[in-house]
């Protein structure tokens, strides 16, 4: 009867057991890269009541029997933690970094005199004393290496390329703390690089020299173009005396466009006097009629410069349509009525579209040729000179750049030291693990390579105090490599969030809660089981 006690009692532990499971979980809901736990339950011992026989089909034999079996309880069966990756958190530093995939970083206090650790050994982890870790939040420390929030020491690959500035040949045959460079190997990288700005600015001079030569030669064979398409205009405006007619029209005074403004204004001041109007209303007609046959010949002129298409098209339809307008001008100026009014305007609209065809430029046009070539030689001149500021630019630049790189080579020789650490600033980490920093100067120096380790068996690892892992007996094989590949790439700024379900985590506690409750009441109705069998004495 008492074996429900045990039971109970069993299902009362196992119960606490997963509660303390999922508080753990919940109380780690904003750690940086935690992994929840997962308890399953399993039952325990059992005892036969009675065993099992086979059965027998002889004369006067039995059937099979199964056995009766009475269990004591439950007893946790495992507890397994979700290692996929979690969520994203943005972070504004450049040292904070995410593995986007399933590797680890490789973290631990300074083995030996920290020249390295070999990876030929199978293994580096645990016979090392390091650690493995999800949570990328880094930063450098007093003696330049890389460590996480703990003071860990962060392992990688160093860099052992000539020039730290450019150079990515990393050392993947070891594992070494990650560490900025001493001064000495930047006074290095500080005179290549003010040599390569100097390099750089020269390079510029020499092309920005090369371009103004360039545009020098396309400027004189533009300007001779358009001395050329000028001549010839020029030629063929004398040719038609383009100057003489527009001097006829607008000469001031003397030009019939002058001459017929005047007779308007004298018109007008006596258009109320009937003795004198009349008389000068055909003066002004006349002087309006002078001007209109010099426009029209000047037009006629300019249309052979701009618009010999148009005119040749138009040239069956010229005489007529001028002839035509001066008839029906005439004609009202004589005899002022309506209908005469109609058909000069008719005939005024048909001479101005005449007029608008024979006045646009046309590009194949001698005066159209002209302005093209102006054009193209304005647009010559003004590229020409952008450039020749552009040589004046890089002159000063090569010049800032030659006297800056003496005074880095003078500084570095008198301030470089093998002994003390480079000064560098804005730290970065690449998706490839690469970590690089900034020098005063501008210069970016590759320090090495943050190194990820794979586990063959996740599940096999081990929790340690904080956020740090080390390889059970089960974990199997733990390697090393280079970021980028398959064990994931390195996003910086950003950090991983923990790896909890609230959801899931609230409705386990009420299950939980639920069977530590039906586990106490199996010890309450067992005692009271007891206690009536203790009253039949009575």
Request: a negative charge; zero cysteines.
């Amino acid at each position: 009867m008492v074996r429900s006690m045990f039971a109970g009692v069993a299902g009362l532990r196992t119960h606490q057991a997963k509660m303390d499971v999922i508080g753990n979980n919940i109380a780690n809901v904003n750690t940086w890269g935690f992994k929840a736990g997962s308890m399953s339950f399993k039952d325990t011992m059992y005892q036969n009541t009675s065993s099992g026989s086979k059965g027998s089909t002889a004369s006067g034999s039995y059937g099979g029997s199964n056995a009766n079996q009475v269990g004591y309880g439950v007893t946790t069966g495992s507890i397994t933690y979700d290692f996929s990756m979690g969520s994203m958190a943005p972070s504004a530093r450049g040292l904070d970094a995410f593995i986007d995939g399933t590797g680890f970083y490789i973290v631990g206090p300074m083995v030996g005199d920290g020249s390295g650790i070999s990876l030929e050994d199978p293994d580096v982890i645990s016979s090392n004393g390091l650690f493995l870790s999800r949570v990328g939040k880094f930063d450098v420390d007093n003696q330049g290496f890389l460590v996480d929030d703990a003071g860990n020491y962060v392992y990688g690959f160093s860099n052992i390329s000539d020039n730290l500035s450019t150079g990515t040949d990393f050392n993947t045959t070891s594992l070494v703390p990650l560490r900025v460079p001493m001064e000495a190997d930047m006074a290095k990288i500080g005179n290549e690089s003010a040599g390569s700005k100097v390099e750089a600015a020269r390079k510029a001079l020499e092309d920005a020299r090369a371009n103004l030569s360039k545009l020098n030669l396309e400027l004189s064979k533009a300007r001779e173009e358009e001395m050329v398409a000028s001549t010839a205009y020029e030629t063929a405006a004398s040719t038609q005396d383009i100057k003489g007619k527009t001097a006829i029209i607008y000469t001031k005074e003397t030009g019939t466009k002058d001459l017929m403004e005047k007779a308007y204004v004298n018109w007008q001041a006596e258009k109320g006097d009937p003795t004198k109007e009349p008389g000068l209303r055909a003066l002004y007609n006349t002087a309006k009629a002078n001007y209109e046959e010099d426009v029209n010949d000047l037009i006629m002129a300019q249309a052979n410069l701009r618009a010999p298409k148009a005119l040749t098209d138009n040239a069956a339809n010229i005489p007529g349509v001028w002839t035509a307008y001066v008839t029906a001008r005439d004609t009202y100026n004589t005899t002022q009525n309506t209908a005469n009014k109609d058909a000069l305007d008719a005939a005024r609209t048909a001479l101005d579209t005449l007029y608008a065809a024979l006045s646009k430029i046309e590009p194949e046009s001698l005066e159209g040729v002209r302005d093209t070539k102006k054009q193209g030689a304005d647009k010559a001149k003004a590229f020409a000179d952008a450039a020749q500021n552009t040589v004046y630019d890089a002159e000063k630049r090569l010049k800032t750049a030659q006297d800056s790189s003496t005074s880095t080579e003078v500084n570095n020789a008198q301030n470089s030291s093998d002994n003390e650490l480079a000064e560098l600033t804005n730290y970065t980490i690449q998706k490839d693990g690469t970590l690089t920093g900034t020098t005063k100067d501008g210069a970016t120096v590759i320090i090495g390579k943050i190194a990820l380790a794979g586990v063959q068996n996740t599940s096999g690892l081990e929790k340690t105090t904080g956020y740090y892992y080390t390889p059970g007996p089960n974990a199997g094989n733990v390697g090393i490599y280079e970021a980028g590949g398959a064990q994931g790439q390195i996003l910086g700024n950003y950090l991983e969030m923990a790896k909890v379900d609230l959801a899931t985590e609230m409705t386990d506690m009420i299950t939980t809660q639920r069977g530590f409750q039906a586990n106490s009441k199996i010890i309450t109705v067992t005692d009271q089981m007891l206690e009536e069998l203790v009253n039949i004495k009575r």
